[in-house]
């Protein structure tokens, strides 16, 4: 079965420090997107950024990156300069082989520190 | 309307009742999912609609779950004599092309409580 392992069930950070999530997953594919989202307390998902595995460029968008090892199956993201507003939970995701569904790892919930 | 709506945003029902969530996704989204959240867990796939067809329902927990799209907007997920374990939250996304590349816009989702 296809996977997405997030290890960290939570971190903390300080506020203008940087923290980066792991996230590894499990496919058969060559190309394909992976997905991070964050979900503040309201319970919207948010999707924050989006990689192409046959990209070997790493995506930014604005104070957040990913680190992605496509050998390793590696998908980590890095948020630069904390803010309060990015405490909330943030899942990695991936569609599953041969179909449409997204599949999610179990969150890791961000706490930021003033 | 910006943005998928979800309704109710909160609904308590006692084991046993039947329930139905509504979805109004994205104008012009084909694309339209469901998801659960337990608490404490990641999300977990239910269904997927493209237009009014499911070719994927192979999350559905057991048969006292159905889903119907219709006029390739509109989605009511239902949930026949509710459970406990039924509880919890139920998101709903849509997206604007069959795709994997597409990203999903979800929904404040509809938490479900079975007392």
């Known amino acids: 079965a296809q996977t997405v392992t997030q290890s960290q069930p939570e971190m903390s950070v300080q506020e203008a420090e940087t923290v980066t999530l792991s996230c590894t997953y499990d496919?058969?594919?060559?190309?394909?997107?992976l997905f991070w989202y964050k979900q503040p307390p309201s319970r919207q998902m948010i999707l924050v950024i989006r990689?192409?595995?046959?990209?070997?460029q790493n995506a930014t968008e604005n104070r957040f990156s990913v680190n992605f090892q496509k050998a390793a199956k590696s998908f980590s993201l890095k948020i630069s300069d904390s803010q309060l507003g990015d405490a909330a939970m943030y899942f990695c995701?991936?569609?599953?082989?041969?179909?449409?569904?997204?599949?999610f790892g179990k969150g890791t919930k961000l706490t930021v520190n003033p | 309307g910006a943005g998928v709506s979800q309704s109710p945003s909160n609904k308590v029902t006692e084991k046993g009742k039947d329930v139905e969530l509504r979805c109004d996704p994205i104008?012009?989204?084909?694309?339209l999912y469901w998801y659960r959240q337990s608490l404490g867990q990641g999300l977990e796939f239910l269904i997927y609609?493209?237009?009014?067809?499911?070719?994927?329902k192979s999350g559905l927990p057991s048969d006292r779950f159905s889903a119907e799209r219709t006029g390739g907007s509109v989605s009511t997920l239902t949930i026949q004599r509710t459970q406990q374990e039924d509880s919890a939250v139920y998101l709903c996304?849509?997206?604007?092309?069959?795709?994997?590349?597409?990203?999903?816009?979800f929904g404040n989702g509809t938490r479900l409580t079975v007392t």
């Open positions: 996304a849509s997206s604007l092309a069959q795709g994997r590349s597409s990203p999903l816009h």
């Open positions: 496919t058969s594919e060559s190309d394909y997107y």
């Open positions: 990689q192409e595995a046959y990209k070997q």
């Open positions: 995701a991936y569609p599953q082989g041969g179909s449409e569904k997204l599949v």
């Open positions: 104008s012009g989204h084909t694309a």
């Open positions: 609609f493209q237009g009014n067809s499911a070719p994927d």
